[in-house]
Nanobody, 115 residues
Framework: QVQFAESGGGLVQAGGSLGLSCAASSGIFSISAMGWYRQAPGKQRELVARITSGGGTNYADSVQGRFTISRDNAKKMVYLQMNSLKPEDTAVYYC?????????WGQGTQVTVSS
């Protein structure tokens, strides 16, 4: 059974920073690529950052240079450091395997960026 628990969201002004955390209860976490996804109201969920089991990373163009994804395999944690936040970043953020997602998503964590 796989579970994801996101935390760290909140309200921040444009230009500010926020760090998100994801605890994964997966037996194969250490050998799985992980990603952070986000979904804004009325829009599709999109992958914004991905990190392979070996630490390689990929980012969506919209967050490149502003977001940093990292992981701690010993703790089964995935992190997303978000800097220079923009109102367009407002969304619910989720973690999951990437790009092949597990069907059961966590509750996500709300990130709201005010202008």
């Amino acid at each position: 059974q796989v579970q994801f628990a996101e935390s760290g969201g909140g309200l921040v002004q444009a230009g500010g920073s926020l760090g998100l955390s994801c605890a994964a209860s997966s037996g194969i976490f250490s050998i799985s690529a992980m990603g952070w996804y986000r979904q804004a109201p009325g829009k599709q969920r999109e992958l914004v950052a991905r990190i392979t089991s070996g630490g390689g990373t990929n980012y969506a163009d919209s967050v490149q240079g502003r977001f940093t994804i990292s992981r701690d395999n010993a703790k089964k944690m995935v992190y997303l450091q978000m800097n220079s936040l923009k109102p367009e970043d407002t969304a619910v953020y989720y973690c999951n395997f990437a790009p092949v997602r597990f069907s059961q998503w966590g509750q996500g964590t709300q990130v709201t960026v005010s202008s």
